[in-house]
């Protein structure tokens, strides 16, 4: 039988001490995605015991051209904990990731209690406010290389968040402009129509996805609602920007 504990202690390891991996499914450890599903929970368990909290969940895959592409119907989710979170305007230190990139987001902030499948207007009606927002995704795999169970397993290339000031929930933000900056110079370009056709139903897929690990998107829990274009690597020195209409800029910069 093969020791799920033991594979989440090699990908926590990774993420805890930025360090690359091979491939689990290349190194002995060719799981299920439902493995990989509770590879991901001890591991994030692991960062609990270290005092980390969840603050919310991620979505992956929410393109659905990706999902054509990846032979995939349905999306991946990832865990975010208090200690992903990075001010907006900070500096974060490459040094702390293995071969980051970012890429421009929505986050929803929950205003009540959800779970389970939920309708359209039930979604609008759990949503407290609607921010721009940046995700540093970080997979811990060597040349950023890895399969469907490896990836959820490493908790969905999840590695940190970046927020923007939350809005009313009532703007439209089915097709907003996005563009991701480096040190002023737009690097993608991109729509929030790209996110499931529209973002909401990346909130819709997160509270039945997140359910079926028995988690329960509770009250101002963040929901990253997965990627508007594909994502840009990170260099030292960078100032990274998430450009979107009607929206505040959040922004970070690399630590040279």
């Known amino acids: 039988m093969t020791d799920l504990n033991a594979i989440a202690q090699i990908v926590d390891d990774a993420a ?5 991996i091979p491939q689990l499914s290349e ?3 060719a799981i299920s995605l439902q493995e990989a599903y509770e590879v991901q929970r001890l591991s994030i368990e692991r960062r609990f015991e270290r005092g980390e909290k969840l603050i919310g969940i991620k ?23 208090d200690k992903m979170w990075i001010e907006n305007g900070a500096e974060i230190d490459i040094q702390d990731y293995v071969h980051p990139r970012f890429e421009p987001e929505l986050a929803f902030r929950i205003k009540h209690d959800i779970n389970g499948i939920i309708s359209r207007e039930e979604a609008f009606d759990a949503l407290d406010a609607v921010a721009p927002a940046i995700e540093i995704i970080d997979s811990r795999y060597t040349n950023f290389k890895f399969n469907l169970p490896d990836v959820v397993a490493d908790n969905s ?5 970046v927020v923007g000031e939350w809005m009313d929930p009532n703007l439209d933000f089915r097709d907003l402009k996005m563009a991701l900056q480096v040190n002023g110079q737009t690097v993608q370009e991109g729509s929030s129509h790209a996110i499931l056709g529209d973002p ?34 990170l260099s030292k020195g960078d100032m990274a920007r998430n450009c979107v209409e009607f929206m505040s800029w959040p922004c970070f910069s690399v630590k040279s």
């Open 59 to 81: 979505m992956g895959f929410t393109s659905k051209a990706k999902q054509v592409q990846m032979g995939l119907e349905d999306e991946i989710w990832g865990r975010l904990t």
């Open 27 to 29: 190194s002995g450890y």
């Open 200 to 233: 909401i139903q990346a909130l819709m897929a997160g509270s039945r996805l997140a359910d079926t690990a028995g988690i329960v998107l509770k009250k101002d829990f963040i929901v990253m609602a997965g990627g508007a274009t594909a994502a840009h690597a």
């Open 157 to 161: 290339s999840s590695s940190s968040l």
């Open 16 to 20: 805890f001490n930025a360090t690359a």
